[in-house]
């Protein structure tokens, strides 16, 4: 079955620690996302890629990172200079004619 | 900017027929999607608009007015499982159809028995 798979689905951390949440789809889609979502609050995108070895910046890039070296790969990483890095993070991925299909998601914590 | 508008909550009765409204101000318009999304999980694909009018699909259907900047959800017989948020997105026009997507905050639904 094709899907999007993420993981860990529950990740803990702690403060000043770098941490690389995976993103992997068998879709064939060229496009893939990364999202944030807080308690109550809606999806804010952090970095997104329409091709391999291109990704822009979302709305809320500072203190994360990206890759996209493969079509089927979009890892984020965390940095330790994201200020409030506790959220439950979403990745997606988009092809030509089909609508945006999400990962289960990975919560993470930092204390 | 990008705005996008949704109530924060509703509730409703078990059976009953409800609305989620949807309003948008965007760079241009490239077409509209909702999602379900149940707490703790990742949000589901339940219809996208790009015309006017209304697309049915089973118990949930979704109209679109492009020159009111507006759309609806509407969910009939409602089910208590139907208890979840409601996201609505927006597509700008230009660019890549595999650009961005705009969402809303999403309309918390509460469905009681």
């Known amino acids: 079955d094709g899907g999007i798979t993420q993981s860990p689905k529950y990740l803990f951390r702690k403060e000043g620690q770098n941490v690389t949440l995976s993103c992997e789809q068998n879709?064939?889609?060229?496009?893939m996302y990364w999202y944030r979502q807080d308690p109550g609050q809606g999806l804010r995108l952090i970095y997104y890629?329409?091709?391999?070895?291109?990704?822009q910046k979302g709305d809320i890039a500072e203190g994360y990172s990206v890759s996209r070296e493969k079509k089927e790969s979009f890892p984020l990483t965390v940095t330790s200079a994201q200020k409030n890095p506790t959220a439950f993070y979403l990745c997606?991925?988009?092809?030509?004619?089909?609508?945006?299909?999400f990962g289960n998601g990975t919560r993470l914590t930092v204390t | 900017g990008q705005n996008i508008d949704q109530p924060t909550e509703m509730t409703a009765t078990e059976g009953a027929i409800v609305q989620i409204n949807c309003t948008y101000q965007?760079?241009?318009?490239?077409?509209l999607f909702w999602y379900q999304q149940h707490a703790g999980e990742a949000p589901t694909f339940l219809s996208y608009?790009?015309?006017?009018g209304l697309e049915e699909k089973g118990r949930f259907s979704s109209f679109l007015s492009r020159s009111k900047g507006y759309s609806y959800l509407l969910l009939k017989e409602l089910q208590m499982k139907d208890s979840a948020s409601y996201l609505c997105?927006?597509?700008?026009?230009?660019?890549?159809?595999?650009?961005?997507?705009?969402f809303g905050r999403g309309t918390q639904l509460t469905v009681w028995p």
């Open positions: 997606a991925s988009m092809g030509d004619n089909s609508p945006l299909h």
């Open positions: 879709l064939n889609h060229d496009a």
């Open positions: 890629s329409q091709i391999v070895n291109d990704f």
């Open positions: 965007t760079s241009g318009f490239n077409g």
């Open positions: 608009n790009v015309l006017d």
């Open positions: 997105a927006v597509r700008p026009a230009g660019g890549s159809t595999l650009g961005r997507l705009y």
